[in-house]
Structure formats: structure tokens, C-alpha cells
Nanobody
Framework: EVQIIESGGGSVQAGGSLRLSCSAS????????MGWYRQAPGKEREGVAFSNTGRPATGYADSVKGRFTISRENANFTVHLQMDSLKPEDTAIYYC??????????????????YGRGTQVTVDS
């Protein structure tokens, strides 16, 4: 059984930083694409960042490029998302995703994906 454990998140002033972490225990596939998507009230789901054993190795939403950085620990299926220069529009629930490919980054209907329960990120202006 795959279990997704998320940590990090919280509240911060605009311009501040937060770090999210996600670990997937019980995941056994050789290929993995891990990362986050976010969901804000009244807005479409948005893929934020991914780290992939395939190509491309990483990807980011245009809205976070240059501000967010994703890193991965290969040995234990753990990824970290460093979020800098946060803006009020980054406020959302951030969900960790672990899949055999990165289809989840764009499509909510992607298969063979495991999701975390989500962690709240609030950025005050």
C-alpha cells in the first residue's frame, strides 16, 4: 500500500518563503514522477511542479517559475518544494502527487497516481 506523507505549509507574509515535503512509502515502480498541484477556492486545479525520473526531469507552472524549486531524494521517494517570493495568489491547498508518469500535472483524470491529503498554504498581503 502506498502512503503519501506531506509536511510543511502554513501562513506567511507576501515575499516570504515556505518549504513543502512529500514522502511516498510503499511505492515500488521504477519510474516515478512526484510533485504538487494546487487548488484554490473557485479556481481550476493547477500543476505546480514535478520531479521526474524520465524526461523532462523537472517542470513548473509558468506562474511559479523562478520562485519555486523542486528537489528530490532518489533513495526514498521524497521531494521538497522550496517556495520563495510568495504572493497572495499562491494561497491554495497544495497536494502531493506520485505517479508512474507526469500526466497528473495537467490532467485530473490521470491514472496510476497517488495523492496526499493536501496542506494549506496561505500568503497574506
Amino acid at each position: 500500500e502506498v502512503q503519501i506523507i506531506e509536511s510543511g505549509g502554513g501562513s506567511v507574509q507576501a515575499g516570504g518563503s515556505l518549504r513543502l515535503s512529500c514522502s511516498a512509502s510503499g511505492y515500488t515502480s521504477s519510474g516515478v514522477c512526484m510533485g504538487w498541484y494546487r487548488q484554490a477556492p473557485g479556481k481550476e486545479r493547477e500543476g505546480v511542479a514535478f520531479s521526474n525520473t524520465g524526461r523532462p526531469a523537472t517542470g513548473y507552472a509558468d506562474s511559479v517559475k523562478g520562485r519555486f524549486t523542486i528537489s528530490r531524494e532518489n533513495a526514498n521517494f521524497t521531494v521538497h518544494l522550496q517556495m520563495d517570493s510568495l504572493k497572495p495568489e499562491d494561497t491554495a491547498i497544495y497536494y502531493c502527487a506520485v505517479g508512474t508518469d507526469c500526466g497528473w500535472f495537467r490532467y485530473s483524470s490521470a491514472r496510476y497516481v497517488y495523492y496526499g491529503r493536501g496542506t494549506q498554504v496561505t500568503v497574506d498581503s
